[in-house]
Each structure stands twice: as C-alpha cells, then as structure tokens.
C-alpha cells in the first residue's frame, strides 16, 4: 500500500511542480525579454532532466549499466513519440526556424555521437562496448558547446508576445525552485514505486531502463509540456523536449560515464536507431504543417501511435 500511495503522491508533486516550473520561468522570460525557447532549451530542460541525472548517478554507482543507458535512450525516444505527440494533440505546436534548423539536429547528433562512443566493438573492434571517462569528458564538451550557443541566441531571439503570468522576480526564482523539487521528488517517488512493481514481474534491467524508468523520468517533461500546451505556450512546450534530449545524452551520459565508465550492451543500437528515425520523423513534421512550421494535432496522433509501436516492439523482444 505504501509503495502504491507514494506513486500518487508522486504525480501529485510532478504536476503540481510542472505548473510552477511553467509559470516562474515564463515570467523571467517576459522580465528580461528573453524567448520562452531559451528558456525551455536551458532552466525547464534542466529541471526536468533532473531525475534522468538522479536515477543515472546512482545507478552508475550500483553498476547497472543497462538500466542507466536504458533510461536515457527510453527517455529521448518516449519525449519525441509521447511527449511531443500528446503536446500536439492538445494544441498544434508552431516551431520556430531556429528550433528547426538548430536545436533539432542538435539532438540528432547527440544520439549519433552516443552511436559511435558506444561502439567499441563495431568500430575498433574491441573485447567490449564501453563509454569511457574520455568520451564522458567529450559528451561535456559538447554540452558546454550547446549551453554557449544557447546563451548566444538568447541576445537575438526574436520578441515573445506569448501572455505570462506577472510576478515579483524573487517570486519566479521560488516558483522555479519548488517546481524543480516537486519534480524531482515526484520523479523520484514515482521511480522507486514503478520499479519495485516492476520487479516483481521479473523484468530485466534493459526493459525496465527503456520503459518504466524511461516513463518514469519523463514524466516531469511530459506534465511541463502539458502545461504549456494548455496555456498555448508552444516554444516552451518544444524547447522543453528537444532540450531535455540534449541534456540527457551530453550532461547526464557524460557526468555519468565520468563517474563510472559505462558498459553498452549492444542490443541497444536498435534503440538509439529508433531514436534517429523518431528524430527525423519530428524534423519531417515540422515541415509539413498547413502555413506555417508546426506540428499539427494529425501529427501528434502519428507521433503518439509510433510510441505505441514501439512499446509492443520492446515488450516482443524482451
């Protein structure tokens, strides 16, 4: 019973702190002028990758390779498929030619530079698969990369006239802070309860790591795009998700590797694949809307209905 009420209350705390999350750093962004993109590429990306780090550091320390990598690579692919589809279906998403030309393939060379640091024995042809503290060092290179470009585009971002919520700055600073610990012990909470669930079943580290863990971890990113769907906010809503799938593979795999290097298991190549295709099928999205660069609520369905594919597909091959 005990582990059933803390997944409640786990939600209870992941939505509650995705609506302060939303409404501090959409204030901020109005205060200082600066697009709601930026802030969801930086401050509400952070924030909801907050538990992928968490459940990464510690799993890092316990050795459970499969369930860390799992969780990450699960995460990007459920907040492209799920996250954006359900985005989507509750407000069309209008993406910006920044977020299409940049950010976007951004996060599609993050998998493809986890591809080739995963793949020892394809490339080198070595005993084993394994990110090493060297390219955990490289992964935070890129990181740092992506947050000087970000604070590059914050000076030249276009106007937001997109309607906040006005609020004293100290306010907005607190709202983010109790939205960042609401997620992230909502996160927590509903992590710990799924797994213990989960294991019951008897499922393997990899399975768990790519769904329940990948859910899990993501809910933070699906409970802050919701929000921003439902107030409109569309650039918060995608900055959000493409941020977060820049934060999980540079920052999270990269302090995570430098902690403890981290063994592959092959059997994943599949899943990072996916998470391309799932990639270039949002970059495809975007360039079919109506007028303008969007996502519209048909696409949102297609997005969503692939995540549904895709949880079948894993559970066949488990």
Not at 159 to 166: G, H, I, Q, V
């Amino acid at each position: 019973m005990l582990t059933y009420g803390l997944l409640i209350l786990g939600f209870i705390f992941l939505i509650k702190g995705a609506s302060l999350l939303v409404d501090g750093a959409s204030s901020i962004a109005k205060k200082f002028g600066i697009s709601s993109l930026v802030i969801g590429l930086t401050v509400v990306a952070f924030g909801t990758s907050a538990p992928e780090l968490i459940l990464n550091v510690i799993a890092s320390f316990r050795g459970a390779s499969d369930m860390a990598l799992g969780n990450i690579i699960g995460s990007n692919i459920s907040n492209i498929l799920l996250i954006g589809g359900i985005a989507a279906m509750i407000y069309p998403i209008k993406v910006k030619g920044g977020t299409t030309w940049k950010e976007i393939p951004l996060s599609l060379l993050a998998l493809v530079v986890l591809l080739v640091f995963a793949n020892d024995q394809i490339i080198d042809h070595g005993a084993t698969s394994i990110i090493s503290r060297i390219d955990g060092i490289a992964l935070i290179a890129f990181f740092l990369i992506f947050l000087y470009y970000t604070f590059g585009i914050a000076k030249v971002s276009e106007k937001d006239n997109t309607e906040y919520a006005k609020m004293n700055i100290w306010l907005s600073i607190g709202y983010i802070v109790l939205g960042m610990i609401g997620l992230a012990l909502g996160g927590k909470w509903i992590i710990d309860s799924a797994t213990t669930i989960a294991s019951n079943f008897g499922l393997s580290d990899t399975l768990i790591g790519l769904t329940i863990l990948a859910i899990g971890t993501s809910l933070p990113e699906l409970a802050t795009a919701v929000v921003a769907a439902f107030k409109k906010n569309a650039d918060l809503a995608i900055g959000n998700i493409i941020g977060s799938n820049i934060f999980n593979i540079f920052f999270v795999v990269g302090v995570t590797a430098i902690i403890r290097p981290v063994h592959f298991n092959l059997q994943m190549n599949a899943d990072i694949l996916i998470g391309v295709l799932a990639t270039l099928m949002l970059y495809y999205f975007v360039f079919t809307g109506k007028k303008e660069r969007s996502i519209e609520r048909y696409e949102g369905i297609g997005l969503f209905c692939a995540y549904l594919i895709y949880i079948v597909f894993l559970v066949w091959r488990g």
